[in-house]
């Protein structure tokens, strides 16, 4: 027999900490539940909502269906190889208690996604990345069932279809796929550390010896230097993606402006800083009402105290908006807004 919840508060379950409800809410933990809730009329007449730890959600209204919440907790080495393990993880498992568990039993290769607020799963779903990392780096595959076809299917790391903060399971199968399981392959000693994030680099030359361990706490020192904790104040970290623009396009900016700075991202495009751009354009550190521009990286939107959903979503929209004036650029969300 399911669970089912009605009018469920959802403060909890996103990382903004916006007061917000769902008609319907229901924990899922295991196949047997997924097949289940197919069957239920609740599921056949309501709009879905697959929701994890809520670090990349906005809630501007109440969800007025049914929200479904995986707690697959487990993990388990399926193969392992001279040089490489392969780990399947439960979709529900906190992501940075999974990366701990990894440098604890000297698994490499996601050390430099330490401390990313959120699930498991999301990593599939955002490709979550920071300091020269993306967690398609280390994906294998990802398991799951098709809400909509009402089968389970595994897809391969290139059926995911990696972006920039994106995959398959947030564009084709947005809310119709329910990842249950990722499997990811992971590194052996001797480790191949990715190092070459400017400020990771800097922080790694002032130490005699480096391993995963030390990845990991120095990449824990930056983020602490940097962006705030959301278990004191409230944000889904980045709130926009970092803007993708032609060589061309890029070049005419630097000429207007000399100190922009620009990534390589392809042959024919070059990645800015949304953060730059949001500084440049006068709203680090700008507030509006009990939504705010976090003074250490203004790319992080907060929650000043008890924010609306609606609040946080029009900082947002002026962000936008003098950005678009000053240079051009216009900023995408990197959070999904409801």
């Given at each position: 027999m399911l669970n089912f919840k009605n009018d469920h508060p959802l403060q909890k379950y996103n990382t903004f900490g916006i007061s917000a409800q769902s008609a319907y809410f229901i924990e899922i933990n295991n196949s047997q539940e997924i097949l289940t809730l197919l069957e239920s009329e609740i599921f056949k007449q309501h709009e879905i909502l697959i929701l994890g730890g809520g670090s990349n959600m906005l809630f501007t209204k109440d969800f007025d269906g049914l929200v479904i919440y995986p707690t697959f907790d487990q993990i388990e080495i399926v193969k392992e190889t001279s040089h490489e393990i392969f780990v399947k993880v439960g979709s529900g498992i906190i992501w940075d208690e999974f990366v701990k568990h990894a440098v604890q039993n000297q698994?490499?290769?996601?050390?430099?996604?330490?401390?990313?607020?959120?699930?498991?799963?999301?990593?599939?779903?955002?490709?979550?990345?920071?300091?020269?990392v993306e967690a398609k780096n280390a994906i294998e595959s990802v398991e799951g069932f098709d809400l909509v076809r009402g089968k389970f299917r595994s897809f391969s790391q290139a059926d995911c279809q990696f972006g920039y903060r994106s995959s398959v399971f947030k564009t084709s199968y947005n809310n119709d796929f329910l990842i249950t399981h990722l499997t990811f392959r992971l590194q052996k000693i001797p480790h191949q550390l990715k190092l070459q994030y400017k400020v990771l680099a800097e922080k790694v030359s002032l130490v005699d010896s480096v391993?995963?361990?030390?990845?990991?706490?120095?990449v824990g020192q930056?983020?602490?230097s940097k962006l705030p904790d959301v278990k004191k104040v409230g944000s889904a970290g980045s709130f926009f993606k970092n803007p993708v623009v032609?060589?061309?396009?890029?070049?005419?900016?630097?000429?207007?402006f000399i100190a922009i700075p620009f990534y390589p991202d392809n042959?024919?495009?070059?990645?800015?800083s949304a953060a730059w751009l949001i500084d440049q354009s006068g709203c680090k550190g700008v507030e509006k009402?009990?939504?705010?521009?976090?003074?250490?990286?203004?790319?992080?939107?907060?929650?000043?105290?008890n924010a609306r959903g609606d609040e946080i979503l029009f900082l947002a929209n002026h962000i936008q908006q003098k950005v678009i004036e000053k240079f051009g650029i216009q900023l995408?969300?990197?959070?999904v807004i409801i």
């Open positions: 698994w490499g290769g996601v050390e430099n996604l330490s401390f990313i607020p959120g699930k498991v799963g999301a990593a599939a779903v955002q490709n979550i990345g920071a300091y020269g391993n995963i361990a030390t990845v990991r706490n120095i930056i983020r602490q032609s060589k061309s396009k890029a070049n005419q900016l630097k000429q207007d042959e024919d495009t070059v990645k800015l009402g009990q939504a705010g521009s976090y003074k250490g990286q203004p790319l992080v939107l907060i929650n000043l105290g995408l969300p990197e959070v």
